[in-house]
């Protein structure tokens, strides 16, 4: 049980050492480029050489990082150091700050840990957020259409269902709903059909600069045994 091992549990405080401060090196570095100095941007406030790596630092990265809630006994064990009471300390003192800072999140005993949330108060605009995720989901019939137009755009409904082999209509309006695919134009034949194409979303959400970032359909076919 958690209440029984207090102070006597992982109570020997080792002195916190950063490893991911760099070693002096005895090499020169690069000079910078007049290119880089131009991609400074100097009204930013600039971070801190060193960031001092004591208890209530880890203990904010870890939560910041963790997907569940960790129990003092947990936390103490990651950063290895500090007793249960230290670790419930270090948990109040970060919260103050918090405060005092006006930050939006806290952490909060939950489930038999502690857990980085946001206030109650932003639960609105979070329930956005995970509306437009759950919008943003395609499956695959939906990842197939799209494809289809990526590559073959500008490209009629028709032409998609022919590699398809099925209707695809209400996944196109489905694809337009979120913004993935637009009507860019119409064809020059008979019954001058729409001519679908991907939109900057598309390129935003799948991380491209450019529809020239897609994989060659070469790369895309599997290899012969």
Not at 7 to 14: G, P
Not at 19 to 24: D, E, L, Y
């Amino acid at each position: 049980m958690e209440n029984a091992m207090t102070e006597n549990t992982l109570d020997h405080q080792e002195p916190f050492e950063n490893p991911a401060q760099p070693r002096q090196q005895e090499q020169s570095q690069p000079q910078e480029s007049d290119a880089d100095v131009e991609d400074l941007q100097p009204d930013q406030p600039q971070e801190p050489d060193r960031i001092e790596a004591n208890l209530e630092t880890v203990l904010e990265a870890v939560l910041f990082a963790s997907d569940e809630p960790l129990s003092a006994i947990r936390l103490a064990e990651i950063a290895e150091a500090g007793t249960i009471k230290q670790i419930r300390q270090a948990v109040k003192t970060l919260n103050e700050k918090y405060r005092n800072a006006g930050c939006v999140f806290r952490i909060e005993q939950i489930a038999g840990g502690y857990r980085m949330m946001t206030l109650p108060m932003f639960a609105p605009w979070l329930d956005k957020l995970l509306r437009v995720r759950s919008d943003s989901k395609l499956s695959p019939a939906a990842l197939e259409t799209l494809a289809i137009i990526a590559y073959k755009q500008p490209v009629i409904r028709a032409d998609i269902e022919t590699v398809r082999g099925v209707a695809c209509g209400e996944i196109i309006r489905s694809l337009m709903y979120k913004a993935l695919v637009k009507i860019v134009g119409r064809a020059e034949v008979l019954g001058r059909p729409m001519l679908y194409g991907t939109t900057k979303k598309f390129l935003d959400v799948f991380g491209l600069s450019d529809l020239k970032d897609l994989p060659k359909v070469e790369e895309l076919k599997a290899p012969q045994a």
